[in-house]
């Protein structure tokens, strides 16, 4: 059974510039979930998509979007980037939205 | 407001010893769930245990064990015999029914010395 995966690991950009995190999900899984980790913090929620369609938002701006993809796979897009974006993104997937929720590795990005 | 509050930034233990992470939630909700999740230096956030409100027995698995308590709210994570490899960051999180989001502590780091 494949893990979730994420790409790119790494990923240095510099303010104002645009970035794209890809996430695979889980074999079976039907819903991603997308989290922003800053350094010595927990996760915080920024949105879910459930077969293609975005079902639940945190508190994070409209530059943060988000796609879910017919298999699943899914992408988080952040516009105009700012130096507190800087943080680990991790996906999450899940065979439902109230199942528990597998975690990739996270895509770290810094921004300069 | 729900909220999750890991009081213990850091403990560290000498190998074989039990350690007790403690994890203290609020919420307005009847129905909920815990979790309990480890991330080693690697970053990936390893799934433990998921409790619902409604059960609070004890659990146990291998060396791991967990107290839930609703009546103090908590949601305490034991490691008897700790190991090396037990050395991450451990987070609780929260999930009300109805939302799907996650709400995470700020985790307790875990040294685990040989």
């Known amino acids: 059974e494949t893990g979730v995966t994420q790409s790119p690991t790494h990923l240095i950009k510099t303010r104002g510039q645009q970035v794209t995190l890809r996430c695979s999900s889980q074999s079976g899984h039907n819903t991603v979930s997308w989290y922003q980790q800053a350094l010595g913090q927990g996760p915080q929620f920024i949105f879910q998509y459930y077969r293609e369609e975005e079902n639940g938002r945190g508190n994070f701006p409209p530059r943060f979007s988000g796609l879910q993809f017919p298999n699943y796979s899914s992408e988080l897009n952040v516009n105009a980037l700012e130096l507190d974006d800087s943080a680990l993104y991790l996906c999450a997937s899940s065979y439902h939205p109230k199942q528990p929720q597998h975690f990739g590795d996270g895509t770290r990005l810094s921004i300069l | 407001a729900q909220k999750v509050t890991q009081a213990q930034t850091e403990i560290s233990v000498v190998e074989k010893e039990d350690v007790t992470l403690d994890c203290v939630y609020e919420t307005r909700d009847t129905t909920y769930y815990l979790f309990w999740y480890k991330q080693p230096p690697s970053g990936e956030l390893v799934f433990l245990i998921r409790?619902?409100?409604?059960?609070?027995q004890n659990e146990i698995s291998g060396r791991y064990s967990w107290n839930f308590q609703k009546s103090t709210s908590s949601f305490n994570f034991t490691i008897t015999a700790s190991q090396v490899v037990d050395s991450a960051v451990y987070f609780c999180?929260?999930?009300?029914?109805?939302?799907?989001?996650?709400?995470f502590g700020t985790g307790t780091r875990l040294k685990v010395l040989a």
């Open positions: 409790r619902n409100s409604f059960d609070e």
């Open positions: 999180a929260l999930s009300e029914s109805g939302t799907y989001k996650y709400i």
